[in-house]
Structure formats: C-alpha cells, structure tokens
C-alpha cells in the first residue's frame, strides 16, 4: 500500500473531521481517541493558557474547571472580528492563530499515524459563509487557506461541502443518479444537485455533473438560539421588567446568551455591574437574579449547552426535561417538541426554501430527483425530516456517515485534484 499523501479537511462549526487517501484507498483519521470526528471546541486553561481540544476542552469546561472555552470558531471567518483577535486569559490572541491550532493537532495525529508529511488538502467550506456579501465570502476563503498554508500545507484547493459528501456517498451509487445533498450542520445548510455514477467518480472535471449549489447561514447554532430565547431565557427574566415605568429589561444580554460565538463577550465587569444595577429595579428578582449568577459563574456555555441538550433530545422523545439546579436550585424545564418546532420553523422553512432554489437553479422538479443525501447533524431534527420527505415523497433516501461524509469526500476530491 502507498503511504496516503492527500488530504481532505472538515473544519465544521460543531465537528471536524481529516480524511487522507492514497491511489488505493480513502479513510478517516481518529481526531480524539478513537473516535473519527473531534468537536470544534478548544478550552484554554487560565493558570498558562494551555490549550485543549474537542471533548476534552467541553470536559474541562462543564467540569468548571478555570479558562475560556471557544465554540463555532468557523463562523468568525470573514467578520471583522477575525483581524480584531480576542482577549482569552488576560492575552490577545488572534482567530487565525487559534484555528490553526485547532486545525493543526489534526493534521498532527494524521501525519504521526500515517508516517509522513502532508502537503495537499482540500478544505471544506460551505457553499456561503456569509449570506449576500461576496466580499466577506471571498476574505472567509482566503482566510482559512492562510491557516492552512501557516500550517505547512502547500497545496490547498476547496470544495464545497454539500458536493464532498456527495463524492463520499458515490462509491455505494448504483447506475446514474440525480441526487441532491441536503448538509444542515451547525453553521449553514447548504445543497448541491448532482449527477453520481461510479463512472463519473473517476472523472477529473465534474463540473458538467454539478447543476446547482445552494446554501444559507442557517444552521444548528440558530435552532439552539431560538429554542433559548423561546424557552430558557425567560426564565433567566428574558421580557420581564423593572422600574416605575415598566420598561423591558435590555435584552442584548440574552442574545449574546443564546449564541455560541457570542457568550463570551458577556463576561465584562461592565457588564455584570449594569446588570447588578438593575436587580434593585426590576419586577421579577428570582429570575432577574438568575441573570446575574450566571454571568457571575460564567456558566453561559453550559446553559447553551443545555439548550442544545433539550434539542438533541427531543429528535427521540416528545417532552424533554432539564435539570438546571446550576443556574438554581431545583430549577427544571420541560420543554415539549411541539414548542421546539414553533421556535425554529421560520428558520426551518428558509432553509427548505434554500433546497427549493436550488432545483430552480438547476431548472428541474422535485420529482427528478431520485437520491436524496441526508448528512450533517441537524438532519436529525423529525420537522425537518418531514419537511424534507414532503419534498422528495419518491426519492430514495441516504443518511450514512452523517458526521464525516464530507470529511471523507474531500480526501477523494484531494486524491483526483493533485494525483
Ligand atoms: N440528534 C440530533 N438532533 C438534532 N440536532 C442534532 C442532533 N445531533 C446533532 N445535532 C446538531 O447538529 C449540529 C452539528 O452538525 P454537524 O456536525 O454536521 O455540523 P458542522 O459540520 O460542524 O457544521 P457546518 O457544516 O455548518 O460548519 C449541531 O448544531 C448539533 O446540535
Ligand atoms: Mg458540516
């Protein structure tokens, strides 16, 4: 067997996954222990800023042990906040220097398992970073190949991520197939129709094969938002009031509280002292109150966490209860699905109206399609399950390798760019 040189890099904005191959052979590496997809979370300890990774880093982190957590990383590429770094620790650190060290344990594991350097990727990006500004999409891109080079890699290509997991799924095709990839991750949701066959695999342009790519940034993060502010955060006092003149209390704080990206910027002490201020005001201090412990604790993550608890559990069940003694004392909430689907269908619905422009864009019916590939974590969620087979009643149905088909894709896509 030749040594695998070529690789293909899933750098997601909940997961991540590396896939190398050789002319032989394709195949995941394990990122963490022996599992093949690594959360795309890092912790740094406060007493030296020594860095973790993956499961690890969210061990740490719900452990409460002292330092920062940073989650859903990708979705800094291309805003301002990537040039401006952030304070982690007492230190600025830059997000460039913070993805490659993410991206570069990675690489490492690969590179000791496979006993040789890599050189060749291809990234995975979505098919938007960012809706309607080309501009921020383009400097997303450019970003994200800085990080890969800063990492010794001297080829990088890209690929969209929806049209790599296709390219996974095609080694199982039989005849020719026109299929769309429906890839709802964390960050975006993003679709590409194509034409697989095993032919087709070995072709080296498939541009002629690819008849449309659509995607929005929309994604898991957004359904975790909407079910907090929907559910958690009134109870943190999300809408109640203060003061003589009943006003709302402000409400940028529960925002910031419902986004990954975002919960760090709460911990300032401006912050928490405006927030102090206001408990002698407002109409409702137990869960006023709540506000503050948390901000205090810096337990944002975990109540985030716990949000997107509720929502991976009610994939399986109809109810689902939290405990969240650490916000309060005996504190539960029972959330119940018909609730968490009310929460995200305006959102669930601009996504599959993002599936919907891209058969227009390729200029057929829903009922063309014959394979319809289901991957990413957010497939999981029944509304858009059903959404989905209201769309494609006819289709066959693929929902293999949810978490690394694109991971695997791009090694493929790796493997036929530079060979
Ligand atoms: N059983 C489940 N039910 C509902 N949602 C789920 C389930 N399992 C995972 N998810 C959600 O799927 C998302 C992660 O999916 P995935 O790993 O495919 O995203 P990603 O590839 O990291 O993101 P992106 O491709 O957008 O950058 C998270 O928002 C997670 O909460
Ligand atoms: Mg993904």
């Not at 990727?121 to 809706?131: A, K, L, N, Q």
């Not at 800063?150 to 997991?165: C, D, T, W």
């Not at 119940?336 to 305006?346: C, G, H, K, Q």
Request: proline content about 3%.
């Amino acid at each position: 067997m030749t040594t695998p040189v070529f690789c293909g890099i899933d750098f997601g904005t909940s997961n991540s996954s590396l896939a190398v191959a050789n002319q032989d052979d394709v195949f995941l590496i394990p990122v963490e222990e022996h599992q093949t997809t690594i959360p795309s979370a890092m912790f740094f300890a406060r007493k030296d800023n020594e860095a973790f990774f993956g499961r690890e880093a969210m061990e740490r982190f719900l452990s409460r042990q002292p330092g920062r957590l940073m989650r859903s990383l990708k979705r800094v590429l291309g805003t301002t906040a990537m040039r401006q770094g952030t304070m982690v620790n007492g230190e600025l650190m830059k997000f460039d220097q913070i993805i490659a060290a993410f991206l570069d344990q990675m690489k490492r594991k690969a590179e000791a398992d496979c006993q040789t350097e890599l050189r060749h990727v291809v990234m995975g990006r979505p098919v938007h970073f960012t809706d309607n500004d080309p501009a921020a999409d383009q400097r997303a891109e450019n970003e994200l190949k800085a990080v890969a080079m800063s990492m010794g890699f001297e080829h990088v290509g890209f690929q969209f991520e929806p049209i790599a997991a296709a390219f996974a799924h095609e080694a199982r095709v039989t005849g020719e197939k026109l299929a769309i990839v429906v890839d709802l991750g964390g960050g975006t949701s993003d679709f590409t129709i194509i034409r697989l066959s095993k032919e087709n695999a070995r072709k080296h342009d498939r541009s002629g094969d690819i008849l449309a790519n659509t995607g929005v940034r929309l994604g898991g993060n957004d359904f975790d938002k909407d079910l907090s502010l929907a559910e958690m955060m009134p109870e943190l006092g999300f809408r109640s009031k203060y003061g003589a003149k009943n006003l709302e209390v402000p409400s940028y704080h529960y925002f910031d509280l419902s986004e990954w990206s975002k919960v760090n910027f709460l911990y300032t002490n401006r912050i928490l002292f405006q927030a102090r201020q206001l408990l002698r005001e407002t109409h409702d201090p137990v869960k006023y109150g709540r506000l503050i412990n948390v901000l205090e604790q810096e337990t944002g993550h975990a109540v985030l966490a716990e949000t997107e608890k509720i929502k991976i559990g009610l994939t399986k069940s109809d109810v689902h209860v939290a405990a969240l003694d650490f916000i309060d004392q005996d504190l539960r909430l029972d959330v119940a699905r018909e609730n968490f689907n009310a929460a995200i269908s305006p959102k669930s619905e601009r996504i599959v109206n993002a599936a919907k422009e891209c058969l227009q864009n390729a200029g057929i019916a829903p009922e063309a399609i014959g394979l319809v590939i289901m991957t990413g974590g957010s497939t999981e969620i029944p509304l858009i399950q059903e959404q989905f087979r209201q769309l494609f009643p006819q289709a066959e149905w693929s929902e293999e390798n949810k978490l690394s088909s694109v991971g695997l894709g791009l090694a493929y896509d790796a493997r036929n760019r530079f060979s």
